[in-house]
């Protein structure tokens, strides 16, 4: 089945630009949409935007001007740019298969943390 | 875009039941059915209970259910187990291709 791993920096500089990859494996990144999504510490989840393999996306727009997602289809990984982080960056990341924006994530990653401090 | 509100926490006994809302407006949970729940336990990645307001993935437990009236969608759990224990989710489509989360519930059982 479908399994997902994040992967990328734990600790990035505030004002600098958080990256992470997301690896899809048993399954293929040409279907489906792709997405990021975040949870602070103890908060609540975040969508953070979606990507397509034609590079069709869409973002939060709290986030828009900040973060760019892209596809590497021979790879089959999926990744995350998040510019000029602050403390409220701070968060477990996500990535997960998304069922063409119908807010239908499944399945997740394990998530990863990154941490914003200097 | 605020988030979807959620009760903070609900517990019950085992073997009882019990149900989580989930309000939103005309623009999000009102206007679509587009409506997914998640559980979540401590440490762990969310995982997938309903989507599309009332329909389960394979493999999880009849004793979950999903529905929705007006602009509040509903999670209903019957036949409370320890493993029940934890947080969840609701998530709606907005329009626009965006989607929004819950807050959260604290699911304890008792």
């Known amino acids: 089945q479908v399994q997902l791993q994040e992967s990328g920096p734990g600790l990035v500089k505030p004002s600098e630009t958080l990256s992470l990859t997301c690896t899809v494996s048993g399954g293929v990144i040409t279907t489906y949409y792709w997405s990021w999504i975040r949870q602070s510490p103890g908060k609540g989840l975040e969508w953070i935007g979606y990507i397509y393999h034609n590079g069709k996306n869409n973002y939060n727009p709290s986030l828009k001007g900040r973060v760019t997602i892209s596809v590497d289809t021979s790879k089959n990984q999926f990744s995350l740019r998040l510019t000029s982080v602050t403390a409220a960056d701070s968060a477990m990341y996500y990535c997960a298969r998304d069922f063409y924006s119908t807010s239908r994530f499944d399945p997740w990653g394990r998530g990863t943390l990154v941490t914003v401090s200097s | 875009q605020s988030a979807l509100t959620q009760p903070a926490s609900v517990s019950g006994s085992p073997g009882q039941s019990i149900t989580i809302s989930c309000t939103g407006t005309?623009?999000?949970?009102?206007?679509?059915?587009?409506v997914s729940w998640y559980q979540q336990h401590p440490g762990k990645a969310p995982k997938l209970m309903i989507y599309?307001?009332?329909n389960r993935p394979s493999g999880v437990s009849d004793r979950f259910s999903g529905s929705k009236s007006g602009n509040t969608a509903s999670l209903t759990i019957s036949g409370l187990q320890a493993g029940d224990e934890g947080n969840y989710y609701c998530s709606s489509y907005t329009g626009s291709t965006t989607l929004i989360f819950g807050g959260g519930t604290k699911l304890t059982v008792l």
């Open positions: 599309d307001v009332s």
């Open positions: 005309s623009s999000d949970v009102g206007g679509y059915d587009y």
